[in-house]
Nanobody, 116 residues
C-alpha cells in the first residue's frame, strides 16, 4: 500500500483547501478510504470515510457541512475539500485505506495550518 497526500498549506480562518491522495499498490476501487488527522499534542482522529463506490460518505460532527470527501476510482485518487476552515482544523492530515488505525495503511501526511 502506497499513499501520498498533497495539497496542505497555510490558510486563513474561513479559507479553503483541497487535499489529494494518490493511491497505489492495491486495488483502490475495492476499499473504503478515510481521512484522519492528528493535531499537535493530540491523538489520531478519524474525520471522514467514503465507501468503495463513492456513494456513501461519513463525517465526524466537527467537520460536517464544511468538508467533502470524494474519490476517482479511474485515477486511484482520494480527495478532501475543506471549506470554512477553523484554527482547530490545524493538523497533519493522512489518507488511509480502511479507517486509518493501521499506520501501514496510511500515507505520510500533509500539514494543514489555519491561522491569521
Amino acid at each position: 500500500v502506497h499513499l501520498v497526500e498533497s495539497g496542505g498549506g497555510l490558510v486563513q480562518p474561513g479559507g479553503s483547501l483541497k487535499l489529494s491522495c494518490a493511491a497505489s499498490g492495491f486495488t483502490f476501487s475495492s476499499y473504503i478510504m478515510s481521512w484522519v488527522r492528528q493535531a499537535p499534542g493530540k491523538g489520531l482522529e478519524w474525520i471522514s470515510d467514503i465507501n468503495s463506490g463513492g456513494y456513501n460518505t461519513y463525517y465526524v460532527d466537527s467537520v460536517k457541512g464544511r468538508f467533502t470527501v470524494s474519490r476517482d476510482n479511474a485515477k486511484n485518487m482520494l480527495y478532501l475539500q475543506m471549506n470554512s476552515l477553523k484554527p482547530e482544523d490545524t493538523a497533519l492530515y493522512f489518507c488511509a485505506r480502511d479507517w486509518g488505525s493501521d499506520p501501514e495503511l496510511r500515507g505520510q501526511g500533509t500539514q494543514v495550518t489555519v491561522s491569521s
